[in-house]
């Protein structure tokens, strides 16, 4: 058994408490730093609460509900004159965020995470509603006397506010209690406001959290020079906090999961936890706290959305029939491809009442759709034909060229959906690395290595042809799921993107222009790499032919990675011997494969591999979680992820 941490650790030099008449404790934790551990017992009265006194301002970490904001407005008036003037909310959820109203009335402006403000807006309002129209007393109360207002100051990452005194810096590293969790770090006097990313005590609610990433933003957290954690509940302590509620989920993990690894269900897994020194922290069982059980067990089960689909691809739901649909009844068959025992066990579990049936080849699985509602990993002319019934049909690729080219399919009211942006990471790897190849030397380099074996330059290399990428354009062709990867990351290189894409309309940050595709001729002349991560559609079948790359820089490179048939494989080859163009970067090819002997292959300005930039083992485990999730939202009547606009071909 694991040692158990001291968790309510002695926290030298601070000003000793002062009981708040209202309910609230408050510790002066540095010269103009404040904390208000809010009252829990015997009513709720919301979370803790900290204000940083800058010279001419107030800034309050944690808005609460109204009902303590209007306690530590109070409070703050005690401590200075000067005003509030910005309220940061750690997440959106009521006890931290509805307090906002008050301090707006003051004059002051909400801060928070770009997450939190899109879920305050889409969530707040509603929830505000119900609070003030509650049976409950104390729920009224909580909300009584102050308008709902979100925070209106977003930030991604970081955010600083400073005097030259005092510095708050308040960080984001991802989703921990909820998708827009973000804490606020005082550097000069290593204090770190958690919000409920971090809590003391018995209140250990999972909320939207996830917990395989919240134990690495704890983790982040842990780096920080942190000597006091102020928590989003429960009594202040020392950085070893952070370690503890680590240590909470990342034991609570492994033994759910065993149990899971071990067949037990969701109740056997309740009754088998074991962590002891749980109650020594918290006063509670582990084994009461059935919440955060069973977050976890639908997490490893897939009874929830797999967070990195959602929240790290940005897949969405698309338009498709759900349980409101008139009509709409829940699915009976659905044919599956050959997989592992434990797979289809899995597949079962998140789709109790649906039967899977298992095919081998498209030829069985289209005798198998007779009767079927749904297929996932086929998808042929002869299944459209023979599936009657069928409503949904899941391919395991993101180019969909091959199956929007069958007219029964494209006439019918069958859903496709594919895998887009599940294969985008590692071809944005991929992307960036052949571009690296050609500006970095690599291409010329290695092959001097493993033939001349000797130090220096290979021959006919010179110094000149070195490039920085960092102040260079590069031009995205297709700002999907693999544009979107590919610009990240060159923009992380010091990268001015500049990108075209049909569909996109909202304008990434980084991002320096998002054109339509009619633009893409004039900024191919900009361009210092272009990048193509273009669906292959009949509008964009060879779009890069001989006009497109006469209009290149003669020293920009061409990468593509995406689909070999945009490409105009003539006017390329011609383009590179005759200086068009510096070089080329070929994941995908016209003809593919590419026949031995082309002229391609010979030219030593052009990298070749053969169609594997989407290779990984993290691909193959989203992949497998993609169609687990949608086969889960089709059974439950929801919205399908990656749904393809059939006519568009994408």
């Given at each position: 058994m694991r040692k158990v941490p001291a968790f309510f650790l002695a926290l030298a030099g601070l000003v000793p408490s002062v009981l708040s008449a209202d309910g609230g404790k408050v510790t002066k934790l540095a010269d103009d730093v404040y904390f208000m551990e809010t009252q829990t017992e015997p009513e709720f009265l919301g979370c803790n609460t900290g204000w940083v006194i800058f010279d001419d301002y107030v800034l309050v970490l944690d808005a609460g509900f109204p009902l303590s904001a209007k306690i530590v407005v109070e409070e703050v008036r005690k401590t200075t004159k000067k005003p509030v003037r910005y309220v940061f909310d750690t997440h959106y959820h009521g006890d931290h965020s509805f307090g906002n109203g008050v301090y707006v009335d003051l004059g002051a402006t909400g801060v928070a995470h770009t997450l939190c403000i899109r879920d305050q807006r889409l969530k707040n309002p509603a929830a505000y509603k119900a609070n003030q129209e509650s049976n409950n007393d104390l729920e009224r109360r909580w909300v009584a006397g102050a308008p709902w207002k979100d925070a209106t100051i977003g930030f991604d990452s970081s955010m600083e506010f400073s005097d030259g005194k005092h510095r708050v810096v308040l960080l984001h590293y991802g989703q921990a209690h909820t998708a827009g969790d973000a804490m606020a770090y005082l550097p000069n006097e290593k204090i770190l406001f958690t919000g409920d990313a971090c809590v003391n005590g018995a209140f250990n609610y999972m909320g939207d959290g996830d917990s395989e990433n919240w134990i690495k933003v704890l983790e982040s957290l842990q780096e920080l020079d942190v000597e006091t954690v102020a928590p989003g509940h429960g009594p202040l302590a020392g950085k070893q906090l952070l370690q503890t509620q680590k240590n909470w989920f990342v034991q609570l993990r492994e033994q759910v999961g065993k149990g899971v690894a071990d067949g037990k269900s969701l109740d056997q897994i309740k009754e088998s936890i074991d962590i002891p020194w749980y109650e020594k922290w918290t006063s509670k069982k582990a084994t009461d706290q059935i919440p955060n059980i069973t977050q976890v067990y639908n997490e490893l089960t897939g009874r929830v959305p797999p967070a990195v689909l959602i929240r790290d691809l940005a897949i969405t739901a698309g338009p498709s029939p759900t349980k409101d649909t008139p009509g709409w009844t829940a699915p009976k068959k659905v044919v599956i491809g050959n997989h592992s025992p434990g797979q289809i066990a899995a597949l079962r579990a998140v789709a109790p009442d649906?039967?899977?049936?298992?095919?081998?080849?498209?030829?069985?699985?289209?005798?198998?759709?007779?009767?079927?509602?749904?297929?996932?990993?086929?998808?042929?002319?002869?299944?459209?034909?023979?599936?009657?019934?069928?409503?949904?049909?899941?391919?395991?690729?993101?180019?969909?060229?091959?199956?929007?080219?069958?007219?029964?399919?494209?006439?019918?009211?069958?859903?496709?959906?594919?895998?887009?942006?599940?294969?985008?990471?590692?071809?944005?790897?991929?992307?960036?690395?052949?571009?690296?190849?050609?500006?970095?030397?690599?291409?010329?380099?290695?092959?001097?290595?493993?033939?001349?074996?000797?130090?220096?330059?290979?021959?006919?290399?010179?110094?000149?042809?070195?490039?920085?990428?960092?102040?260079?354009?590069?031009?995205?062709?297709?700002?999907?799921?693999?544009?979107?990867?590919?610009?990240?990351?060159?923009?992380?290189?010091?990268?001015?993107?500049?990108?075209?894409?049909?569909?996109?309309?909202?304008?990434?940050?980084?991002?320096?222009?998002?054109?339509?595709?009619?633009?893409?001729?004039?900024?191919?002349?900009?361009?210092?790499?272009?990048?193509?991560?273009?669906?292959?559609?009949?509008?964009?079948?060879?779009?890069?032919?001989?006009?497109?790359?006469?209009?290149?820089?003669?020293?920009?490179?061409?990468?593509?990675?995406?689909?070999?048939?945009?490409?105009?494989?003539?006017?390329?080859?011609?383009?590179?011997?005759?200086?068009?163009?510096?070089?080329?970067?070929?994941?995908?090819?016209?003809?593919?494969?590419?026949?031995?002997?082309?002229?391609?292959?010979?030219?030593?300005?052009?990298?070749?591999?053969?169609?594997?930039?989407?290779?990984?083992?993290?691909?193959?485990?989203?992949?497998?979680?993609?169609?687990?999730?949608?086969?889960?939202?089709?059974?439950?009547?929801?919205?399908?992820?990656?749904?393809?606009?059939?006519?568009?071909?994408?």
């Open positions: 649906v039967e899977l049936v298992v095919a081998r080849t498209p030829a069985e699985a289209a005798k198998l759709a007779v009767d079927a509602d749904g297929v996932i990993g086929f998808c042929t002319a002869d299944i459209v034909k023979t599936g009657k019934k069928l409503r949904w049909i899941q391919v395991l690729s993101a180019g969909v060229e091959n199956y929007v080219t069958i007219p029964e399919l494209v006439k019918s009211d069958v859903v496709l959906t594919n895998t887009q942006k599940v294969y985008a990471p590692e071809i944005g790897d991929h992307a960036l690395a052949m571009l690296l190849a050609f500006t970095r030397g690599l291409r010329w380099q290695i092959p001097h290595q493993t033939s001349e074996s000797t130090w220096g330059l290979p021959r006919g290399f010179n110094q000149s042809q070195f490039i920085e990428l960092q102040g260079k354009t590069i031009l995205v062709v297709g700002l999907g799921g693999i544009g979107t990867e590919v610009a990240r990351r060159a923009n992380a290189f010091g990268v001015r993107v500049i990108a075209t894409d049909p569909k996109v309309t909202d304008r990434p940050k980084y991002v320096h222009h998002l054109g339509r595709p009619e633009e893409l001729k004039s900024l191919l002349g900009k361009a210092d790499a272009v990048i193509n991560c273009s669906p292959l559609t009949a509008e964009t079948e060879k779009m890069f032919n001989a006009d497109a790359f006469a209009a290149m820089k003669p020293n920009a490179f061409y990468i593509a990675v995406s689909r070999g048939k945009l490409t105009d494989t003539d006017a390329l080859v011609y383009a590179l011997k005759n200086k068009q163009i510096a070089g080329a970067g070929l994941d995908v090819t016209d003809p593919e494969p590419l026949p031995p002997g082309h002229d391609l292959w010979k030219m030593p300005n052009v990298i070749i591999t053969p169609h594997v930039a989407s290779r990984s083992e993290p691909r193959d485990e989203r992949m497998w979680l993609m169609y687990r999730e949608n086969l889960r939202r089709f059974a439950a009547g929801e919205p399908l992820l990656g749904v393809v606009d059939k006519r568009k071909g994408y």
